[in-house]
């Protein structure tokens, strides 16, 4: 008699590998069949690259491309303002994350009464302006200033 009883089938344990074979029923004539994990496999990698789901909240929404897309909105970044090399203006502008924190040291738009320190900027997303911040600067010797900025 053959052994065609799921449960009478041992278990695998192991870490599967791309030539296991796996048992499916074919939809189109109800049959059985042996499937490669590994032609599995491709086939979760494309649905993944491919499906969409409207219940995505970005613009891309397949999970590969939503994915993609969070991780290029970073909601923090880390930067240097350095005299002649860059801007507070060069380092925020167009940026999309909530807070940028930073070290600046005289650049050429310093919002601030010191030469160089610390700052955390935060975009004024209350205002509906995308370059809009409020930047807070702390120098090197203590002084906190809290500033608004509009970057032009």
């Known amino acids: 008699m053959a052994n065609n009883i799921w449960n009478n089938y041992t278990e695998k344990t ?3 590998v791309d030539a296991d074979e796996v048992m499916v029923r074919d939809s189109t004539d109800g049959k059985n069949k042996r499937l490669l994990f590994g032609t599995f496999w491709k086939w979760v990698a494309k649905k993944l690259n491919e499906a969409t ?3 995505l909240q970005t613009s891309n929404k397949t999970i590969v491309g939503a994915l993609n897309q969070l991780n290029s909105e970073s909601s923090i970044s880390l930067c240097k303002v350095i005299s002649g090399k860059n801007t507070f203006s060069s380092e925020l502008k167009g940026k999309s994350h909530k807070a940028i924190f930073g070290f600046f040291h005289e650049p050429s738009d310093n919002p601030f009464s010191f030469g160089s320190g610390y700052f955390i900027a935060f975009q004024a997303t209350y205002l509906q302006e995308a370059n ?3 930047v807070i600067g702390v120098s090197l010797t203590g002084i906190i200033e809290n500033k608004p900025v509009r970057l032009e």
Do not use: G
């Open 14 to 16: 192991a870490t599967p």
């Open 53 to 55: 789901i409207s219940e």
């Open 132 to 134: 809009n911040f409020v």
